[in-house]
Nanobody, 123 residues
Framework: QVQLVETGGGLVQAGGSLRLSCAAS????????MGWFRQAPGKEREFVAA???????TYASSVKGRFTISRDNARNTVYLQMNSLKPEDKAVYYC?????????????????WGQGTQVTVSS
């Protein structure tokens, strides 16, 4: 079984920063692709960023240049550093894991999900 636990959400003013963390347990962390998704009220869950076990990463165009995904395999943790936050970044952010080596951006390609952490950006 795989368990993912996100932390680090909260309330921040526009232009501010937050860092989300996702701690993983269970199967060998280092071989997973880890992703971050978000879901705003009334909207579908959307891709934010993903990182392979070797460190290859990809981002949604809406966050590229502002968000940075990273991982620490020794700590079984993936991070999402969010800078220059905008009110439209407000959402519940989810960590997800994929047990294949190729990076994907569809939620359907991820097998395990955390419970989510709320990010609120005030204008």
């Amino acid at each position: 079984q795989v368990q993912l636990v996100e932390t680090g959400g909260g309330l921040v003013q526009a232009g501010g920063s937050l860092r989300l963390s996702c701690a993983a347990s269970g199967r060998t962390f280092s071989i997973w692709v880890m992703g971050w998704f978000r879901q705003a009220p009334g909207k579908e869950r959307e891709f934010v960023a993903a990182i392979s076990s070797s460190g290859f990463n990809t981002y949604a165009s809406s966050v590229k240049g502002r968000f940075t995904i990273s991982r620490d395999n020794a700590r079984n943790t993936v991070y999402l550093q969010m800078n220059s936050l905008k009110p439209e970044d407000k959402a519940v952010y989810y960590c997800a894991s994929r047990l294949q080596s190729t990076v994907r951006s569809s939620p359907n390609d991820y097998s395990y999900w955390g419970q989510g952490t709320q990010v609120t950006v005030s204008s």
